[in-house]
């Protein structure tokens, strides 16, 4: 698994979108869940978790690079994924 923190949602939806588009994708199917109901860190950043397979699709290695070097999205530990998730009660 790889993990990611994406600092905009409008970048986060436009990647959304367009790995939709180039792999043919029709609503309600998406590569990754819409901005609206994605998971959250404590400050509202969304958090994404995907195979690490993702990651090396033709599509996403075309983006993914520019977006890490552009400081927009953050690759982060499985352990920061985990606490960013919403506590159960106990």
Known sequence: MKFFRI???ALY???RLSLDAQWGHVPPITCVDPAAVAPRDAIGRIVLSVRSEFTTYA???AVLPSLLAGGHVV?????EYMAAMPKGPL
Do not use: L, N
């Not at 690759?75 to 352990?79: A, F, G, K, Q, V």
């Open 7 to 9: 600092d905009s949602d």
């Open 13 to 15: 939806e436009q990647v």
């Open 59 to 61: 599509a996403v290695v």
């Open 75 to 79: 690759e982060i530990t499985p352990e």
